[in-house]
């Protein structure tokens, strides 16, 4: 079993640092010797995140000190996709640096990784089919962090008149609310106090 904690570099530079700590924040031993492991997963479990520690332990527990062929492999897919994005976060830091100065907005290159949200009853067309992947730490109140609290799986449309209806509130710093069709706000109310009003688009 290999256990690795890689060292923080994405929380390092999220907090703002100089150019020496984010470099002393990343790690190389770490994300090797988890692709070594990875890859000969049939023989090593290999772990990276503390969540999946109790599972681990109680599945070792039951089984005589022994893993199962899935778990061993799913642990290994995780190592892979903590490591590429591991790899992105340093590409796209560096990539907007010159001098260990950031002088670009942009970096030359672009490495994004996002996590399925859920699966989607179909795509723009009742024929095609779609998912909803989201960013990993968002911080602001939007439609990729909401909970649906009932009803039937979503449509790849119902995402995108979610999330029109949920932006033009935003807008406004009274309480509001919206009537949208096809992206597109049709009537707008805007609560405040024993006044309203009602907009129309």
């Known amino acids: 079993m290999v256990v690795v904690n890689l060292y923080p570099f994405e929380a ?10 984010a470099i002393e924040n990343i790690d ?20 990276t995140d503390p969540d999946d520690y109790t599972a681990v332990l ?69 024929h095609q089919g779609a998912v909803f992947y989201v960013e990993r730490n968002i911080r602001e109140a939007c439609v990729s962090n909401a909970v649906q609290l009932h009803g039937k799986e979503l449509s790849f449309n119902n995402i995108l008149d979610l999330d029109a209806a949920f932006e033009t509130v935003k807008e406004f710093h009274e309480i509001a609310a919206v009537i949208i069709k096809h992206t597109n706000p049709d009537n707008i109310y805007i609560y405040g106090g024993s006044d309203s009003a009602r907009i129309h688009s």
Request: proline share 5%; glycine share 10%.
């Open 12 to 21: 390092t530079i999220a907090k703002g640092c100089s150019f020496e700590e």
């Open 28 to 47: 190389i031993g770490g994300p090797t010797m988890l692709r070594s492991a990875a890859k000969n997963h049939r023989d090593v479990a290999v772990l």
């Open 58 to 126: 109680d599945e070792l527990k039951k089984n005589a000190g022994g893993l199962s062929p899935e778990t061993h492999f799913r642990l290994a897919k995780k190592v892979f996709e903590l490591t590429a994005r591991y790899d992105g976060a340093i590409a796209n830091y560096l990539g907007i640096l010159e001098e260990k100065k950031p002088v670009k907005k942009f970096p030359e290159t672009l490495t994004l990784q996002y996590i399925k949200g859920q699966d989607l009853r179909y795509g723009e067309n009742p």
